[in-house]
């Protein structure tokens, strides 16, 4: 079983910067697979991000690619999202995701677990 708690969101202009984070609990952390998804009001959930278990390979929508980063700690239970340049678009509630298999498919339907979300507003 694991536990995902975002942190990090809140309310930025268009061209500023925030970082998220999602610490998980468990020991079994470095075996999952760990990414980002995000939802608009009114639209369905997309994927933003991935990360492979060691940190090797990472995976980004076309649209943020070049101004969102996916990182992990391990030794910290902890994966991030920096994202940079952000626009009104980006405005969504992120959600972290973990998965033994690669679930990184628009919606993410088959990851293992998922946290509650936290908002990204981005004003204009």
């Known amino acids: 079983q694991v536990q995902l708690v975002e942190s990090g969101g809140g309310l930025v202009q268009a061209g500023g910067s925030l970082r998220l984070s999602c610490a998980a609990s468990?020991?079994?952390?470095?075996?999952?697979?760990m990414g980002w998804f995000r939802q608009a009001p009114g639209k369905e959930r997309e994927f933003v991000a991935a990360?492979?278990?060691?940190?090797?390979?990472?995976y980004y929508a076309e649209s943020v690619k070049g101004r969102f980063t996916i990182s992990r700690d391990n030794a910290k239970n902890t994966v991030y999202l920096q994202m940079n340049s952000l626009k009104p678009e980006d405005t969504a509630v992120y959600y972290c995701?973990?998965?033994?298999?690669?679930?990184?498919?628009?919606?993410?339907?088959?990851?293992?677990?998922w946290g509650q979300g936290t908002q990204v507003t981005v004003s204009s």
């Open positions: 468990g020991r079994t952390f470095s075996s999952y697979g």
């Open positions: 995701a973990a998965a033994r298999r690669s679930c990184w498919t628009p919606t993410g339907a088959s990851c293992d677990y």
């Open positions: 990360i492979s278990w060691s940190g090797a390979s990472t």
